[in-house]
């Protein structure tokens, strides 16, 4: 899965800003297009690979072609359609062609995305969707990503590819940034900090505010209140941790939480499965 939220005019996933703005990949047209990397003979299907630091981004940009998101290793973050999709390696983001959209890392990541011509591809969701990684599509990206491969078994992988496509359920954790300026300084706070266990009587000394009405701000401005909202925030700084192998008691405590279970309990209240089944591959 991921964590899905939608935006409200705050920076990606994983960063204070955007960071790194990269190039996207391939040609990139006057009015944001890129053409992806150029087909080897005969293929439909094609992979491109990236290395990201975290905070890396490729700008808002579109493609001709349906494209396939996928990290390998780490945590990937798509923003598109007015939310922000946080993908680690089980699941990847259908972005049908046209679609603006950016991309970058929530952590440190290996960014394999796969390039489909529309006019020889039978998939045909119009809306970005989320589809399982199975070990087997994980081994076809691979090997699809070899350009020397014959026309004949890439065909054959290619249609392997398409097949395996299959969109998966998945909860969204909205948590959109507030409006009221003080409202935002501490939820900027939290997302740079998602430990910090201040309440908002002990917030609004600091951001010119009283609880009360920091409190209405965030039902407001976010539609929850404020701790349900700061649990969707620790939840997202979560991923990229776990993403990285962090066992669950070192994120719970990096993020916040007084014991595992408490942070595998929240986990599984907002995403449908623990921790563990959402990582499995």
């Not at 087909?39 to 940009?61: C, E, I, K, L, Y």
């Not at 649990?231 to 962090?246: N, S």
Request: glycine fraction near 10%.
């Amino acid at each position: 899965m991921l964590y899905r939220r939608t935006d409200s005019g705050e920076q990606p996933d994983g960063s204070a800003g955007l960071g790194r703005v990269a190039q996207p990949a391939g040609r990139e047209a006057a009015d944001g297009q890129v053409a992806p990397p150029g087909p080897p003979a005969g293929a439909a299907v094609v992979v491109g690979s990236f290395t990201m630091d975290r905070g890396q981004w490729f700008a808002r940009h579109r493609h001709e072609h349906h494209q396939l998101a996928w990290a390998r290793r780490g945590v990937l973050a798509v923003r598109a359609t007015g939310n922000t999709w946080v993908l680690p390696p089980s699941v990847a983001l259908w972005i049908p062609a046209g679609t603006p959209h950016a991309t970058g890392a929530a952590g440190q990541a290996l960014f394999r995305s796969l390039y489909f011509l529309p006019d020889r591809c039978p998939v045909g969701w119009s809306a970005p969707t989320v589809v399982g990684v199975s070990p087997l599509l994980r081994e076809l990206i691979s090997y699809l990503s070899d350009g020397t491969l014959d026309p004949a078994p890439r065909e054959r992988a290619e249609a392997v590819v398409l097949d395996q496509l299959r969109p998966v359920s998945v909860a969204t954790v909205q948590a959109p940034m507030p409006r009221d300026p003080r409202a935002r300084r501490v939820a900027e706070a939290l997302r740079a900090d998602p430990s910090d266990g201040r309440t908002l009587a002990e917030w609004g000394p600091r951001v010119g505010a009283s609880g009360r009405t920091l409190a209405r701000a965030f039902v407001a401005d976010t539609g929850m209140p404020y701790g349900q909202w700061r649990t969707r925030i620790r939840l997202q700084a979560a991923m990229p941790l776990l993403a990285g192998g962090a066992t669950v008691a070192a994120v719970a405590a990096r993020v916040g939480y007084a014991s595992p279970s408490a942070f595998v309990a929240a986990f599984r209240r907002a995403v449908g499965v623990p921790p563990g089944a959402y990582f499995a591959p």
